[in-house]
């Protein structure tokens, strides 16, 4: 009897604690309550103002700071002229994929004088992500960092540096983003670049009537900082570099990597990367500065330069410093993808981490453009891309179209016939060279509303293959409501014969968006345990208007845990 005493007592000591640890836990989370009012506020940018579509009035909007495990309740009301949605890019929305956001994929707008109440827990994630309108191109506006910072009592794995800076990459446009995009969408031919980027949304000193709002960031001497630089651009890819200091990277997309450090940063739209960056130079004032990485060949794009200014705060610089140029970066050229992939490359996980090895569904998607002919009766006018064209994107041939009457997921959830179908190509319908000379039959893809459906628990792997139809470029490609493991990437063709031997299946590193390199490949892997209707598309906004998208369709699992929730009450009609 008195052994078995010594047995039981122990197990029941430890049931204890864990049971402690959990209330414990449960009493540490919080639940965070905002309100979002879209409306139109006077901007003034590059010596012009603009009735521009904001958060709260502000632009960039609020920054929203939580801790893992947190709760945000978001309430969003509509007083713009446009529909709008809001996205929280790189969440999990575990269960809750009725608060993902992109429109008609997870639910209907929230149309003018509506409003709708965003209800969702951060599970298991720490470091930068952000939240952005997903509906048209509002996100040229609409746009904020969402800090999730480790749980009570918990600590980064690095030093706590002194001081932490949100630095939130963006594209300006000298109109109306809406107007650009209607005009290239009536038209069929590519829209106008942007005028301008901004850090924390302002151009910085080398644009006309910016130099007295550039953004300035403070630092004592031999502090650290952590920069959380997040690229929330719409259409093009950015390098980021601040002068004579090194970056050391610790971790991207709310995920932690293994520290390396850099001169230079590359961030497609939608991809965040959480640096250390030291006050160790001459106290002074350096640019801190971001231009394009344009890896399409002939393709016009924005060629400036955008700046903020760090600035040492010390005795000696005090009085000075405002009056001193500040020290110029050196930024790759604007073609330099050697330098982008250098950096991609570098990229792991902090320790071993369990890679699906036993895979149930392998896919192989090709990524690119491609042109429509100009319909039957239809005007020049309408017709605009190269030879009378309209300009298109695809993966595996299908140019994806968006519903209009229903969202995705709730077609799905309601069993609502004819809205789309689960036939996505799991391969190319057609096998061709993907990154050499493409013959023109195989430039024009089908238009369709097609997913690809997967049990719950099913590993999944997705080999993203670019392609050579009218420009290769490099495309970020994020997909919802996961994050996946990026195990190898190359250019050329993917063979899976050689090219398997590349794989990373150690410490791969986990990310929500994935640059696919200018006529390469990238391989990921993920396992689908997230039920709900999730959207994997081109971060370019530009691309997803002409298609550049596909979706998951994940089924419910065994359990209630297992399974979807119900919609919220407030859920938005169409």
Known sequence: MEAMKSIVNPLSSICFVCILLLFANAASAKTHYHDFVIQATPVKRLCKTHNSITVNGKFPGPTLEVNNGDTLVVSVVNRARYNVTIHWHGVR???????????FITQCPIRPGKSYTYRF???????????????????????????????????????????????LLGEWWDTNPIDVVRRATRTGAAPNVSDAYTINGQPGDLYKCSKQDTTIVHMDS???????????????????????????????????????TTSVLMLGPGQTTDVLIKADQTPSRYYMAARAYASAQGAPFDNTTTTAILEYKTASCSSNCAKTKPVSPSLPAYNDTATATAFTRKFRSPRKVEVPTEIDENLFITV??????????????????????????????????????FSLLQAHHQGIPGVFST?????PPVKFNYTGNVSRSLWQPIRGTK?????????????LQGTGIFTAENHPIHLHGYDFYIIAEGFGNFNPKTDTSKFNLVNPPLRNTASLPVNGWTVIRFVADNPGVWI??????????WGLAMAFLVENGVSELE?????PVDFPVC
């Open 121 to 167: 827990t951060i599970q298991g994630q720490e470091g930068t992500l952000w939240w952005h309108a997903h509906s048209s191109w509002l996100r040229a506006t609409v746009y904020g960092a969402l800090i999730i910072h480790p749980k009570q009592g918990e600590n980064y794995p690095f030093p706590k540096p002194k001081r932490e800076t949100p630095v």
């Open 93 to 103: 929305q575990m269960r809750t994929a009725w608060a993902d956001g992109p429109e």
């Open 423 to 427: 036939d996505f190509p799991a391969v």
């Open 451 to 463: 997913l690809y459906k997967l049990k719950y628990g099913a590993t999944v792997q997705v080999v």
């Open 563 to 567: 399974s979807l929730e119900a919609p």
């Open 368 to 405: 690119g453009l491609g042109l429509e002919n100009c319909p039957r009766g239809a005007r020049s006018r309408n017709c605009q891309g190269p030879n009378g064209t309209r300009f298109a994107a695809s993966m595996n041939n299908v140019s994806f179209v968006l519903p209009s009457n």
């Open 222 to 260: 031999g502090e650290t900082n952590l920069l959380r630089v997040i690229n929330a651009g719409l259409n093009q890819q950015l390098f980021f570099t601040v002068a004579n200091h090194k970056l050391t990277v610790v971790g991207a997309d709310a995920n932690y990597v293994k520290p390396f």
């Open 536 to 545: 994997m598309h081109c971060h370019l906004d530009v691309h997803i208007t």
